[in-house]
């Protein structure tokens, strides 16, 4: 039971972060009239980051940093881009997500399919997957642009990651445990 309700607490803290991810509608809310005071730069950690109202800020959304973070954390092991990477959950293609999305909605998604995801992450990897807000966003941002997606190829994928993609593989088990398709429907 504690080991349960340690990982909700991890998924929840991550999903918090997410929560700071709305930098592509700053610009929406100043044109839809927003306060000008709400949309002003910062500049901190090295990332530029948008404030949103006092006390939010929102990280930089970065495609290419997120297509490096979704092979090394190990999301390509259930999930493919491209046709790279396992079948047990949806593909993150960007030509399959909706033209416009929240993040705050592509965490509420994500959210919803978190204890299969949980358990699966444990089976494979061995450990719950942990993101910090900055690389959530950064992984958003790629599943989302299908300019970066095209560069993404089984290179991209660590020797370690690939060694448990490949596993299934070999056990006849698809490209991972569950049944296909099983985990986040973005659309």
């Not at 929560?19 to 090295?46: R, W």
Request: aromatic share 4%.
């Amino acid at each position: 039971m504690k080991r349960n309700l340690t990982a909700t607490w991890k998924l929840r803290v991550a999903t918090i972060g997410v929560f700071l991810l709305l930098s592509p509608l700053a610009a929406v809310a100043q044109e839809s009239g927003a306060p000008s005071g709400s949309t002003t730069m910062m500049q901190g950690d090295h990332m530029q980051h948008q404030m949103m109202s006092p006390g939010l800020i929102v990280p930089a959304m970065h495609p290419a940093n997120g297509r490096k973070l979704f092979a090394a954390k190990g999301c390509v092991v259930c999930h493919s881009v491209n046709g790279v990477g396992g079948t047990d959950a949806a593909a993150l293609d960007a030509s399959s997500m909706e033209p416009m999305m929240n993040p705050f909605e592509f965490t509420a998604r994500m959210w919803s399919g978190a204890a299969a995801m949980i358990e699966m992450q444990q089976e494979e990897l061995g450990e719950q997957i942990e993101f910090t807000g900055q690389e959530l966003a950064d992984i958003i941002a790629f599943t989302h642009d299908a300019e970066e997606q095209k560069r993404f190829s089984e290179a991209d994928i660590p020797p370690e990651i690939k060694k448990v993609l490949h596993s299934d593989k070999e056990r006849g088990r698809g490209e991972g445990g569950m049944k296909q398709g099983d985990g986040m429907n973005m659309k």
